[in-house]
Structures are given as C-alpha cells and as structure tokens.
C-alpha cells in the first residue's frame, strides 16, 4: 500500500525475512481470498511484481472522487503509436512514422511525458534513438511481461517490408 509500482516477491521475501516460494503462495492465496470475498480491492499480479488495486467494478467510482470528472486519456493517435512499439521494440521514431503513415514526433514526446514509453538505445548504424514501453505501460494495460500481448504482430509490416521503407527514405 505504500509503494507506488508493484513489489516482487523477492523484495517482500527479503522485508519479512521468508522464502520467495512461501511469499508467492501467501500472496497466490491473498488474492484469492480477497475475491471470493468481493473487496473493495484485488491483488494483482503485474509489472513483475504485485500491487493492490480497485476491483474493476468499483473503478469509476474512485476514478470520479480522485480526478473529480476530468480523465487524462490517451488519444487515438497515441494509443495507435503505443501499440508499434510494444510490439516492435526497440524501435525508432522514424520506423513508428513510416508503420503510422503520420510524423508521430509529438505523440512520442506525450508518450515519454507519460511515462508510457523511454530511451532504451541507439540504432548502432542510423544513430537514432530507440524507444520501448516502461513499467508503467505494463501496469497501465493490466500486463505481467510484453509476452501477455495479445498476438497482434502478423498485421504488423514485417522487417522486409521496413527495410524496404527506410532504403526508400521513408523510415
């Protein structure tokens, strides 16, 4: 409840001084329990770790008493740019425009403001600054690791087809 990002099962082992298995079976059974009883909160397991969080049915009524109406959502375009490069990182800025269509400059730069994607590299032969999701992208979209994305990457252009994109300058 204090920590503001989910907490291993190590580091909690090490905080009450126990073993990671019997950690993770008291929390496997935590979470359980807390569903049967239908709290106010589920614990979940997510962003590697686990953390507490508002059962699903009682959202909009926390959401209404912590933001007072006003929602910070992602818009179209954003959420269109989040999807390549959770499923194509690391990636470039170029490469994420030439999938798109559109400059997507600004929606990166949201995007990094949000703390939904960062810096993870350089290309080693363009120079360009590459860029994945966060921590925070995998708890914002109820995620345990990038491998519980839905299989959306074969309607993604492929390598080839990037390649051919960026001789022709378009990436």
């Known amino acids: 409840m204090v920590l503001d990002e989910p907490v291993t099962e190590e580091a909690l082992a090490t905080a009450l001084r126990s073993t990671v298995e019997e950690v993770g079976g008291l929390l496997d059974t935590l979470a ?14 997510l962003g590697g770790g686990w953390r507490l969080y508002t059962r699903a049915d009682l959202a909009p009524v926390v959401e209404g008493f912590l933001l007072g109406g ?25 490469r994420i425009g030439a999938i798109r269509g559109v400059n997507v400059d600004g929606v990166v730069r949201t995007l990094l403001a949000r703390g939904m994607v960062t810096e993870v590299g350089q290309d080693p032969t363009a120079g360009a ?22 299989a959306l990457a074969p309607y993604l252009p492929s390598a080839e087809v990037l390649e051919e994109l960026a001789a022709e300058g378009l990436a």
Do not use: C, N, W
């Open 32 to 45: 359980q329990e807390y569903a049967v009883q239908e709290r106010g909160f589920v614990l979940r397991r």
């Open 70 to 94: 006003q929602q910070a959502r992602l818009t179209q375009a954003a959420l269109e740019t989040l999807a390549v490069v959770a499923y194509r990182q690391p990636i470039s800025r170029a």
């Open 129 to 150: 600054v590459l860029y994945g999701t966060t921590d925070l992208f995998l708890q914002k979209m109820g995620l345990d690791s990038l491998d519980d994305l839905p």
